[in-house]
Structure formats: structure tokens, C-alpha cells
């Protein structure tokens, strides 16, 4: 597992910085303007850029490798977040957040496909767990730095730049040749949609929501705590931990009972624990154990809804399907910031009505599709793989994409 070390170091540091860049945009934008509508729009924007890297990155490291485009996107990403403390000007800042989109993409590609290229059915799974904990967990702890620092100030940027810098050091000092990446696969939308509706509109609900999430959440949580950056950098470190800490129980669960059940009843805890955060007051000790449990509901949707497209897919297109189920969730990532701003806009609570009314919807869909069309498999009950939502590459690092090689050296019975 050494040859792991260096992208999963340099992963987890940058990570550090992303958390709390994903958080300080939005207090940012809080802080200085106050204007709910233009925090959404940065989060359309950053996704937008996430989306477009995602799918053209991958030249780049296939022309002059790994630990190069790791510095070069690395490089970009630094200098437009450092960018952002020079200017104050609302198209500069939403030009820069695409490119910090952008960026990110292309870091995640280098990761994702290094892990990919190193790794076997031996060990995928192990490999993808370790990949979840450095990004998932230094998401938490960045979330710490919120409230440390001015965030009027520029020098949370000056400090996110030094961390993304130093992220280059692991990759840039390796020892252990780099791999070449693989070519992958593709299956066309519309094909896609006919074999899973189901999971195509389950992973756009989880970007939907997630879109949301991470664009508004600071804000809602900064008025609610009357802008105290000690209380929202713990209250969202709390809702990431629960995320990843329930990952792999209701994954467990999900294997064991029909997975459309657990996407109901997600959904419907997921809108039980919405209302109880807006009933119960901030400073109440329940507060915290809910936004546990909104983590869990909330990060769970994408990959219990990819795991389930999963199951109606053959082994040859799970790379290709998983690629298309993630694309689903990137639109709704890109549209859920700009949704959620415009429900925070006619009421305090409206972001919490906001999540309500997607996973109820969700929720309402699942149990229409149970009562009205059995499940129908065109291959058997995948596990669940609690899958990031990062870039198509990530795709081809689940376990379950090794079926088709397991298939193919089967030796026929005689």
C-alpha cells in the first residue's frame, strides 16, 4: 500500500483547504453582500467548472503525466483562490470560481486515476475506503479553520494557498513511477436512462441536494448562530463527520433489504430530521446529534441511488453506467445552489423546506416505483460501494467494475 502514499497525502492536504474554501465563499459572500441569490450563483458556477474539468482533464494527464498535471492543476487552483482575495467584483469572483471549479476537477482526475492505475480486485476496495477517509475527513477538520480568521479578511486565502501548495510536495517528491492512465469507456445518456430512471433521478435528487448543502448551508447556518464562525465551522463538521460515519451502515443495510426501501426511508428521516432542525432552537444540545443525522441522510442519497442504478446494469457497463449516473448528479449539483438561494430567499427556514421538498419528492418517486413496477435486473444485487462524488474517473476505482475481468477469465465449465 506505499505506492498509495503520495496521492492520498497530497489528497488529504488539499482537501484541508478545499473544506474550508467550500465554506469560506459562502460566509464571504455573507458577510460583504449578504446577497443569498449570488451565493447560489457561485455554486452553479463552481460546478459548472467541475463539471467541464471532469471531462477534459483526462487528455492532459495522459499527455504529461501525473505528478506534472497534479503541480500544473494544483498551480491554477492556487492562484485563482488568491485571486479571489484581490477582488471584490462579482463577475471577477464567478469567473474565478469556475476555474476553481475547474481545478479541482483536475486534481481529482490525477487522484482518481493514479489509485485506478495502481490498484486490483485485490485491493480496490480498501483503496477506495482510504480515498473516502482523506477526503471526507480533511473536509471535516478544514471545516475548523472557519472562524480562526477574518473572513472579511484576505488572509484565509493567503492560508488556503499555503496549504494547496504544500499539497504538491507528497505527489512532486514520490519515488514510485507514476502509472499511465486508462482509456474509459461510454454509454450513451439516453440508453442509460432507459435501463435505470430510478438511478438517473437518484443521483440528480443527491446533487440537488448536495448542490445545496454545500453552497447555502454556511450561509443558513451563519444567520441562524448570528454569524458566529466558531459555531458554523463545528455545526458543519458535525454534519460532514455524520456523513461519512453512516456511509457504511446504511450501505450494509442496503445490500440486505431492497435498496429502493432504504432510498425511501433515507429520504423520509432525511425530511423528519429537516424539521426537527427547524423546530428545535441552535443552541439546544439535540442540535447536534441532528445535523448527524441530516449528514448521514444527505450524503448517503447519491451513493445508495448509484448503487442501486448499479443492480440494473450488466458488469460490462458498470464504468460507463456509474460515469452517466454521475453526470446526473452533476446537472442537479450545478441547478441545486441557485434553487435553494431563491427558497432562503422567502423564508428563514427556507433552505430546510428546500431539502424537505427534494427528498420528499424522492422519497414519494421510490415508493411509486415500488407500488407500480417491480425491479427488474439485468444482472445480480451489486454491493454497496460508498462512491465519492468527484470526476468519471472515480468510477473505474469501484470494486464492482472488476466483475467484467472476473467474468472474462472464468474458465468454462466442462
Known sequence: MTRFVAPLSG???FALASGYLTTLVPLRINAVDGNDFLAGLMGTVYYLGLLAGSFRSESIVVRVGHIRSFACFMALLCATVLSLALSENTISWLVLRFFNGMAVA?????????????????????VLSFYMVSLYGANAIGQLFVGFLDSTSMTPFILIGILLSLSIFPPAMTRIPTPEIQEASTLGFRKLFQLTPSGVLGCFAGGLVLGGLYSMLPIYLADLSGSDDHAVALFLAVTMIGGMALQFPVGYLSDIVDRRKMLILVTLAGCAVCFGLNVIPHDNWLYYPLLF????ATFTLYPLAISHGCDHMHPDDIIAGTQGLLLAYSFGACVGPVIASLFMGQSDKGLMLYFITIMAATGLFFLVRMAY??????????????VPRTTPIVAQIDPRSDAEELLDTEEPST
Do not use: K
Not at 110 to 123: G, I
Not at 293 to 296: A, H
Not at 375 to 385: H, K, L, M, R, V
Open 373 to 386: 413496477r417491480p425491479a427488474i435486473y439485468t444482472s445480480e444485487e451489486q454491493n454497496f460501494i460508498p
Open 11 to 13: 489528497m488529504f492536504i
Open 293 to 296: 443525522l441530516f449528514g448521514g
Open 106 to 126: 483536475g486534481i481529482f482526475v490525477v487522484v482518481e486515476s493514479w489509485l485506478l492505475c495502481e490498484s486490483d480486485a485485490t485491493n480496490r476496495g480498501r
